[in-house]
């Protein structure tokens, strides 16, 4: 079976209720981050980014925080559906292009129906 | 378009063969990279390339040795298997070229799932 991501970090949640997944990074020069969800028997799948110069940024039932002070992001998932179990991932975003990013633990988020 | 895809999507080898990763990308993209995915980690940059015949170092690239003949593919290979490099294997491209922004986001293969005994 799958064994990437067994020893996540695990977020529950009720099928309809909003889903708040944290991150922290420890590069204060770091300037741009992005979200990647990846399900099961998959490669990570972009969600959204967002720019230091940004503090939040909105997509389609989702919502990144970037709070530059303590280092940390979130991504808010709104009226989370069976469709959003899976690992996310935060990332960083380093060298122009996007050829190279830096990929955070990830977080994997199980919704109940 | 197919994307990014990868071949094969698995394998199991015996320490010290060989063996080479296929990726292939159909988006025109001018960068690609190659990551490995470990179990309860996040995806570490391997290798990566800005263009054809231009290939350069990642965070864990001992190993696996890379090129780039042609804007399309970019094979990993594995020179000497070890169990250690029992991972997922992901590649991906981004647009890069003239274009290029820092914004720009990867485009991710379905993975190969190695395992070296």
């Known amino acids: 079976g799958e064994s990437v991501g067994l020893h996540l970090p695990t977020l529950s949640v009720q099928e309809g209720d909003n889903s708040i997944i944290n991150c922290a990074y420890s590069n204060s020069a770091s300037d741009y981050f992005i979200w990647y969800k990846q399900e099961s028997g998959k490669g990570p799948q972009f969600i959204i980014d967002i720019r230091s110069n940004m503090d939040k940024r909105q997509g389609q039932r989702v919502t990144v925080l970037l709070n530059k002070t303590v280092k940390h992001l979130s991504l808010q998932i709104a009226a989370t559906q069976p469709g ?19 990929f955070g633990a990830g977080t994997r988020l199980f919704v109940k129906a | 378009n197919a994307g990014v895809t990868q071949t094969p999507k698995f394998q199991v080898l015996k320490t010290g063969q060989s063996m080479t990763l296929q990726c292939a990308q159909d988006m025109n993209h001018e960068y690609m990279s190659w990551y490995r995915q470990d179990p309860g980690m996040g995806l570490r940059l ?12 990642g965070e864990v690239p001992n190993g696996y040795n890379v090129s ?4 399309e593919d970019f094979p990993l290979r594995l020179l000497s298997a070890a169990p250690s490099q029992t991972s997922v294997y992901f590649c991906a491209s981004s647009r890069g070229g003239a274009r290029v ?17």
């Open chain 2, 101 to 117: 922004k820092d914004t720009d986001t990867q485009y991710f293969g379905p993975g190969t799932r190695l395992t070296v005994l």
């Open chain 1, 84 to 102: 959003d179990s899976a690992v996310y991932f935060c990332a960083e975003g380093m060298g122009t292009g996007g050829f190279k990013t830096i």
């Open chain 2, 68 to 71: 780039r003949s042609t804007t």
């Open chain 2, 46 to 57: 391997i290798h990566y390339s800005v263009g054809a015949g231009i290939t350069d170092q």
